[in-house]
């Protein structure tokens, strides 16, 4: 399942992460990953949760998230739930369709490995292609 959160800066997607970010620690039985670029959520979500300061990896690209995303997994098997906060400013791109492909591969991924994403991405919800849209 992947679940796409859009909108412009201040609209509160942060603030929806956060929501089912505490959620998925009290209903899921598995450890839960968030990855963000800033260190903004350090404060707000559960100490249980693995938190991800993206610049220390200096993501640029979608394949490069992709292989870091199968790394994670590859050495615990326990993940259920990955949030990625603003995936667009963690690799520095525009909506476009690499953004789609990613967003196809996450879902491939979660079907065959069972895990949840959910990733917010900060852009004009009208960008989205229809291949996006699905995943709102």
């Known amino acids: 399942m992947v679940k796409i959160i859009m909108g412009l800066k201040g609209s509160g997607k ?24 800033g260190q903004k959520l350090r404060y707000d979500i559960p100490y249980a949760v693995r938190l991800i300061e993206a610049s220390d990896y200096n993501f640029n690209s979608y394949e490069f998230l992709k292989g870091f ?5 590859a050495a615990n098997y326990d993940i259920t739930h990955i949030f990625i906060d603003s995936a667009l400013r963690i690799i520095n791109q525009p909506v476009d369709h ?31 292609t229809d291949g996006i849209k699905k995943y709102f």
Do not use: M, P
Request: glycine content about 4%; hydrophobic content about 40%.
């Open 98 to 128: 690499k953004t789609e492909d990613f967003l196809d591969w996450c879902e491939a991924f979660s079907e065959r490995e069972d895990i949840k994403f959910t990733i917010t991405i900060s852009a004009d919800a009208a960008l989205a």
């Open 14 to 37: 942060t603030k929806q992460l956060i929501d089912l970010v505490h959620t998925a620690v009290k209903e899921e039985n598995g450890e839960v990953i968030c990855i963000e670029k």
């Open 69 to 73: 995303l199968s790394g994670l997994y």
